[in-house]
């Protein structure tokens, strides 16, 4: 079963705009992590958060870690058209387990 | 410093067929992890094997098996293949010590006929 949930399973903006993206989770745990896939090939690490940090940031990523509702937003700033994408995030629970989400479909249009 | 290696990038097997993946991780790094990522669906774990043993297996059924090298380069094996295991298959390598960043290889997309 997913452990973690992305929503919206789809977005499309227009290059420039900010694009944001959330993930709800069921169990607690130690971190919580934002991958990139492009085109059905390999993951690539965005950022990490630990549970007791409540935002973090990256270049022109944004993170940020609710505990208490079990989500996570993920916002990237001025998109460009090289951001299109899936976006996933992955918890791990504790026991070393990281799970995924079914992603979010990012389009930017040029 | 080389990634993770995964070989074939493409497969196709018939049904009732066995394929066997194989995945290099970075080197020193002790933790191999495999997922299944059918068209359209997110990952599903399937296996965890660090310094050479299966600590954990998702929901799949045991013809889903594989194995650890002493070198901590991995296999996949998945027997009497069905038209549903048709999936992109990602392995992912994590250094040894912790879950911190994972990183992945290009996968291997396996089409069952």
């Known amino acids: 079963s997913q452990q973690g949930e992305e929503d919206p399973q789809a977005l499309s903006i227009q290059e420039g705009e900010n694009a944001t993206m959330n993930c709800s989770y069921k169990?607690?745990?130690?971190?919580l992590q934002w991958y990139r896939q492009n085109s059905g090939r390999g993951l690539v690490h965005l950022i990490l958060?630990?549970?007791?940090?409540r935002e973090k940031h990256s270049g022109r990523l944004r993170v940020t870690l609710d505990t208490s509702k079990k989500s996570s937003s993920l916002l990237i700033t001025a998109s460009r058209a090289a951001d299109t994408a899936s976006y996933f995030c992955?918890?791990?629970?504790?026991?070393?387990?990281?799970?995924f989400g079914k992603g979010t479909l990012l389009t930017v249009n040029p | 410093e080389a990634g993770v290696t995964q070989s074939p990038t493409h497969l196709i097997k018939t049904r009732g067929q066995q394929a066997t993946l194989r995945c290099s991780p970075i080197?020193?790094?002790?933790?191999v992890y495999w997922y299944q990522q059918a068209l359209g669906l997110g990952l599903q774990f399937l296996l965890w094997y660090d310094e050479g043993e299966e600590r954990n297996r998702g929901n799949f059924p045991p013809r889903f098996s594989g194995r650890q090298f002493p070198n901590y380069s991995s296999e996949l094996n998945v027997n009497a293949l069905e038209l549903e295991d048709s999936a992109l298959y990602l392995c992912?390598?994590?250094?040894?010590?912790?879950?911190?960043?994972?990183?992945f290889g290009q996968g291997t997309r396996l089409t069952v006929v």
């Open positions: 958060i630990r549970s007791n940090e």
């Open positions: 992912a390598s994590i250094p040894t010590g912790g879950l911190t960043e994972a990183f």
């Open positions: 169990t607690s745990i130690n971190n």
């Open positions: 080197s020193g790094h002790t933790s």
């Open positions: 992955a918890t791990d629970p504790g026991n070393y387990k990281l799970t």
